[in-house]
């Protein structure tokens, strides 16, 4: 028979979110193998609070919030929040009660800040590989290393002339609003001018055609101070506003003349010959050669010794001081004479694939002889999958932050979330 579309309803309601979970769900082991993580800390996290005053919000479901921002794609903490108010799955996950109320998002990225100066991503994505059922999934011997370029949260407008640089003789234009080396007119000259625009019909204009204006609206005559602009320096006055048109061709900018008024960490680089430069930072990542997870992680500003002095850095951190030979594969931008000897010199065989265009390369047949080698090769191309993971789904594409620190918050983070997502599968090939 048919049944009846009517909505029952009663006075109580009793739900029991772990009921809700199915017990095959793959967020059932990556909270089982997170909360034990986030014990293991509980030390840590207790040094960053005060012993008095008003509780805030537990480090731990900030954390586990973060986590699932890079899960489920989740583009902001007022989203997060939003889907944290009815959705059951992220509230058990997270760790709210159904009769808790959700955060408010300022407050939330607030007490998440916190968390930033104790290196916290850093050691949960330690405390994660060190779990008693992550530690076999392990190499302890051979690692990859890698760089990839995360976009700044910074327009290529907002690179901008050093106030320290001159910005031309005294026979130079003044600077145009929007142009490099010219300030962005305030809130609201810039409200008012588009108000203006509006109100007489403007639109977007070349440079040798006459701006078009409303035909009801009172005409200035020619000749007169007010008359509507006919040059290409008045066009640009005219049209100036948040986001006004620029022409960059034939300017000369780089970093050592020019920076960024919205993130002045962000560098512009490019990736390689004939490929746009853009403003971004370099995240780094080593790698364990047997599963591809990440065991370091780090992001700096965008520099072309970034990526090998990083190398070092995470290596002599994973490893430090150690005697037992360790191998490192690597691409073709870490074939240099400096970074391969300092590689033989910490106990690390240099697996770095040979670029051999225009010069000699620094690996030869002592270390291309051995089967290893190639295995090695092989091997280190499982660290773009992380990358790669971590920009489509975690987040960052384009990082809606700002400053090395907080970008590296979230990029090491990811990291860990990417180790995780792994684990429903690997630890369930591992015991069956």
């Known amino acids: 028979m048919r049944g009846s579309d009517t909505t029952t309803g009663s006075l109580f309601s009793y739900v029991d979110v772990e009921g ?9 082991l990556i909270r089982a193998v997170v909360n034990e993580a986030l014990a293991a800390l509980d030390a840590e996290f207790a040094e960053l609070y005060a012993a008095g005053g008003r509780p805030s919000i537990a480090p731990e479901k900030l954390l586990r919030g973060s986590l699932l921002q890079a899960f489920f794609s989740i583009r902001s903490e007022r989203q997060l929040m939003e889907q944290l108010d009815y959705n059951l799955l992220f509230r058990w996950f997270v760790g709210l009660g159904l009769d808790e109320a959700v955060w408010d998002h300022s407050t939330y990225s607030k007490n998440r800040d916190r968390l930033l100066a104790a290196d916290v991503a850093r050691k949960v994505l330690k405390a994660i590989l060190a779990h008693p059922k992550v ?5 302890d011997a051979h690692f ?8 700044a949260w910074a327009s290529m407008k907002s690179f901008q002339a050093k106030a320290s640089e001159p910005t031309g003789g005294a026979d130079a234009p003044p600077p145009i609003a929007g142009r490099s080396g010219a300030p962005e007119p305030d809130g609201e000259a810039a409200a008012g001018q588009e108000a203006r625009e509006q109100h007489e019909g403007k639109t977007e204009v070349a440079d040798d055609e006459p701006l078009k204006t409303n035909a009801n609206a009172p005409q200035e005559p020619a000749g007169s101070a007010d008359a509507a602009p006919t040059t290409s320096a008045d066009r640009y006055a005219a049209k100036k506003g948040r986001n006004a048109e620029v022409d960059f061709h034939g300017q000369k900018r780089s970093n050592a003349t ?5 993130d002045p960490e962000a560098r512009l680089y490019r990736k390689g010959p004939g490929k746009e430069a853009r403003l971004c930072f370099m995240g780094h990542a080593m790698a364990e050669n047997r599963h591809g997870l990440v ?3 780090t992001l700096t500003e965008a520099a072309g010794t970034a990526e090998r002095a990083a190398a070092k850095d995470m290596i002599e951190s994973h490893s430090p001081g150690s005697e037992r030979r360790l191998t490192v594969g690597a691409d073709k931008a870490y074939d240099t004479a400096d970074f391969v000897t300092e590689l033989r010199q910490m106990c690390v065989t240099p697996h770095v694939a040979q670029n051999t265009t225009g010069r000699c390369s620094a690996i030869d047949a002592r270390t291309t002889r051995h089967a290893g080698y190639a295995v090695s090769q092989r091997k280190r191309k499982l660290i773009e999958e992380a990358f790669g993971w971590a920009k489509t789904i975690g987040g960052l594409a384009r990082m809606k932050l700002r400053g090395t620190r907080r970008m590296g918050f979230a990029f090491t983070l990811a990291m860990a979330a990417y180790n995780l997502i792994r684990l429903p599968k690997l630890i369930g090939t591992a015991t069956a």
């Open 295 to 297: 065991v370091e992680s």
């Open 20 to 28: 809700r979970i199915p017990a095959r769900h793959p967020l059932r």
């Open 258 to 262: 020019h920076a960024s008024t919205t």
């Open 144 to 151: 990859s290393v890698d760089g990839t370029l995360i976009q």
């Open 135 to 139: 530690a076999p999934l392990l190499s």
